[in-house]
Every structure is written in C-alpha cells, then in structure tokens.
T-cell receptor, first 112, second 115 residues
Framework: ETGVTQTPRHLVMGMTNKKSLKCEQH?????MYWYKQSAKKPLELMFV???????ENNSVPSRFSPECPNSSHLFLHLHTLQPEDSALYLC???????????FGQGTRLTVV | DQQVKQNSPSLSVQEGRISILNCDYT??????FLWYKKYPAEGPTFLIS?????DKNEDGRFTVFLNKSAKHLSLHIVPSQPGDSAVYFC??????????????FGPGTRLSVLP
C-alpha cells in the first residue's frame, strides 16, 4: 500500500472511445503528477499540479486532458487516442517543496 | 536531450556481492537526487535520496554517493540479495521558484542478482 491509488489497473479502449484514469492520494501531499512509461523509454513527465494549479504541461497532445478537482484527486481524461499512446500511466504525489514522490501502481492502457 | 543518464541498461551481480549502479546528470539546477526500484507492472518504489548539500547517505544495505563536481551519483547495495533484482531508476529534482518541484528520471538499469 503506497498511499497513492490508481484505477483502473488495466484499460483497453478503442480509438474513438472516451475514458478517464483516476488517481487518489491519502498522504496529505499538495503536488500531483502524471507520468507515462512506454516500452524501452524513460519515465516521461506529462503534467504537474501544485496546490491544484497546473504548473507543467510537458508538450502533451490535447487528446490527454488532466483535471485536479482537489489536492487529493487527479484525473486524466482520454479521447481519440492512438495505438502509440498504449503505455503504463503512472500517478505520483509529493509535498510541493518536499522530498520524494510516491507512485501509484499505474494503469496499463492499451489502445486498439 | 536526456538530463539524467544511466549508461548501463543492465547489470548482473552474484548474491552477497556489492551492486553499484551509476547515474549522471547534466542540469546543475538539480539539487535533490533519488533512487527508485521498479518491478514489472508496478509503480516505482522510493528507495533512498540525497540532497545536494551532502555527499553520502546510507540506509541499511543501500548507500547513495553524490559527486557534484562530476555531476555523478551512484547507488551501492551491500550485500546484494536475489530480491533486489528489479529495474532501478535514478531521478533528479529541482525546486521551482513558485514552490513546486519536478522529477526527471533516467532510463533505468536492470539489476539481476544471481543466487
């Protein structure tokens, strides 16, 4: 139990579908992150929310839309994805000026 | 352009011996460094960290060394155990002026500890 929970753990979606990934943290942190891990690539930062405000958008295509309604919850809304978007999507949280980031178990996304 | 590099994709070590994983970084603004361990189909798990004001941090079998002038850090695992077999990621963080921070990860090194 890491204190960061992601749902669903696995998701298969068609290119015309709309789905959402959910992340919830119970650690009292005030920064949350979305990372993408594709096969044989480093972890890539997608978005950062600091005190519910988006402070980083790492040139992510608009078919990925984040939402942070409060400091404990983070969503990643997906629409019209491409097969190359298939990857492990990881959520993390940390103190805004703190130390380590704690990761969830990830959502394995397959776009067909 | 990778800001955090791990030049060894894989490493094999005999059980009981020392494992040394290396990491290099290019951005001098990084001031906090971390090591994560990752098993397949799971999120990375935090192992140990070091601030730029230190050159060594130890936690049980794990020790991280930082050489700021060389922009190099290493993770030592002594003694290595079969359960240590995983992918190890080096990460670096820089604090932003607005109080936030970012974590930049290296590509990872797959460690195999042989019984």
């Amino acid at each position: 139990e890491t204190g960061v929970t992601q749902t669903p753990r696995h998701l298969v979606m068609g290119m015309t579908n709309k789905k959402s990934l959910k992340c919830e943290q119970h650690l009292g942190h005030n920064a949350m992150y979305w990372y993408k891990q594709s096969a044989k690539k480093p972890l890539e930062l997608m978005f950062v929310y600091n005190f519910k405000e988006q402070t980083e958008n790492n040139s992510v295509p608009s078919r990925f839309s984040p939402e942070c309604p409060n400091s404990s919850h983070l969503f990643l809304h997906l629409h019209t994805l491409q097969p190359e978007d298939s990857a492990l999507y990881l959520c993390a949280s940390s103190q805004a000026r703190g130390t380590e980031a704690f990761f969830g178990q990830g959502t394995r996304l397959t776009v067909v | 352009d990778q800001q955090v590099k791990q030049n060894s994709p894989s490493l094999s070590v005999q059980e009981g011996r020392i494992s040394i994983l290396n990491c290099d970084y290019t951005n001098s603004m990084f001031d906090y460094f971390l090591w994560y361990k990752k098993y397949p189909a799971e999120g990375p798990t935090f192992l140990i960290s070091i601030s730029s004001i230190k050159d060594k941090n130890e936690d049980g079998r794990f020790t991280v060394f930082l050489n700021k002038s060389a922009k190099h850090l290493s993770l030592h695992i002594v003694p290595s155990q079969p359960g240590d077999s995983a992918v190890y990621f080096c990460a670096a963080s820089a604090l932003w002026t607005d109080g936030g921070q970012n974590f930049v990860f290296g590509p990872g090194t797959r460690l195999s500890v042989l019984p």
